[in-house]
Every structure is written in structure tokens, then in C-alpha cells.
């Protein structure tokens, strides 16, 4: 079972898995990983009309993000992420990374491909985890993303996130899986930043949780 699945598990009522087990976390919850460790829910931001939501790194080993209902301004938009090295002063460390996404539409057009458009090599821009999201009332998108040893000064510090959302382009559902590394190994990454490509983030929860 992974980290992933273990939380998951934590969050269910009879088997079942509801949003509001997860969006009503409490910050003093700590749940079982199997193989060492505990998820401790460190901090969590609700965006209302926010250009970004940032959050401090310390010294965890591991990070991980989970997006409840996020919500954009703009239509046919990209959910993005940075990390700073100076306390938030520039958000631009070196990226190297892959894109790839599942998609369905509603008219039942399909396709699973690599997505160039939104992978980087030793790029400095902010590394979208979702595209072209909807903004209608009833459109938003989830997710989680795993942050590693953030504090680091040897090691580049990798990354994976699985995203899913509701298209805004062309309306469907949405998988898109993302990963890299941040390549700076001398450095420690001090701070971690959420904004859409345009716009603001409308509403949504973002979850910080840490292993411990």
C-alpha cells in the first residue's frame, strides 16, 4: 500500500471516500504510512480571489500537497507552481520535467499523450500541473503533489503530482500526470508558490502536509 492509498484509507466512512473528509482534516491529524513515517497536516490556505497561495519548506523529508476544489478566475487556464531559494524574494529555480495526460471528453473523444507544451528543460518558469481549466460554476479541479526533500543541499529535490480536472476548452475530464526536479543541489528550497497562468485563484483549498 503507498503513502498515497494509506492516507486515503485514513479518510474513508465505511470504504467510502468523501471530499469533506479530506477539506475538514484537522491540523493536529497524523495518520499511519506503512513502511515508516506519518502525515502530519502542517498548514492549509482557502483562496478567495488570491493571485497566489505560498507556503514556507522547512526541513521535512517529504511534502505533500492535496488540492480540494480549486477554482480559477479565467477559462482555458493552467494551475502552475514554483519554488524559491531566497525566502520567496524570486520565484525561478531551474526546472527539468515530464507532462503527460489522459483525456475524455464529453462528445467521447479520447487520447493519452505527452504533452511538450508544458514540460521543461532547465527552464525557470512556473511548472503547470493542470491545463486548460474551466471556470464555470460548477468546474474545477483536484489533485495532490509530493515535494522531496526540499531542504536538501546535495541533492536536486524531485517532484510528482497527479492532477485531475474539467476541461474548459473542450469540456471532459482531465488526468494529467507531472514530474521533475528542481536542479539546484546546493541550495535548500525555502518556499513553495500556487497561482493560475491568468487570472486569480477564484476559491479552492490547498493542504500542506508533511512526513514525519
Known amino acids: 500500500m503507498g503513502i498515497v492509498s494509506s492516507f486515503v484509507n485514513n479518510l474513508t466512512t465505511n470504504g467510502v471516500l468523501t471530499a469533506d473528509a479530506i477539506n475538514n482534516a484537522s491540523l493536529n491529524s497524523i495518520t499511519s504510512i506503512p513502511g515508516g513515517g506519518d502525515l502530519k497536516l502542517i498548514s492549509e490556505a482557502t483562496a478567495s480571489s488570491s493571485a497566489s497561495i505560498e507556503f514556507s519548506l522547512g526541513s521535512y523529508k517529504e511534502y505533500q500537497f492535496y488540492f480540494v476544489n480549486m477554482h480559477p478566475q479565467n477559462n ?21 520535467s515530464t507532462n503527460f495526460y489522459a483525456y475524455h471528453s464529453e462528445g467521447d473523444y479520447t487520447t493519452l499523450t505527452y504533452n511538450t507544451a508544458d514540460d521543461q528543460a532547465q527552464g525557470t518558469s512556473f511548472q503547470p500541473l493542470i491545463t486548460d481549466m474551466g471556470n464555470a ?11 522531496f526533500s526540499p531542504s536538501s543541499t546535495t541533492y536536486v529535490k524531485h517532484f510528482i503530482s497527479r492532477m485531475q480536472g ?11 500526470y507531472t514530474a521533475g526536479y528542481f536542479n ?7 518556499n513553495i508558490k500556487f497561482q493560475m497562468s491568468s487570472g486569480n485563484i477564484d476559491a479552492g483549498t490547498i493542504k500542506m502536509f508533511a512526513v514525519v
Open 184 to 190: 539546484n543541489g546546493a541550495n535548500d528550497l525555502t
Open 137 to 147: 460554476n460548477d468546474e474545477s479541479l483536484t489533485g495532490s503533489l509530493q515535494l
Open 76 to 96: 482555458g487556464i493552467d494551475f502552475t507552481f514554483q519554488t524559491s531559494i531566497d525566502n520567496g524574494s524570486n520565484y525561478n529555480v531551474i526546472i527539468t
Open 166 to 176: 474539467y476541461n474548459g476548452v473542450n469540456p471532459g475530464s482531465a488526468d494529467m
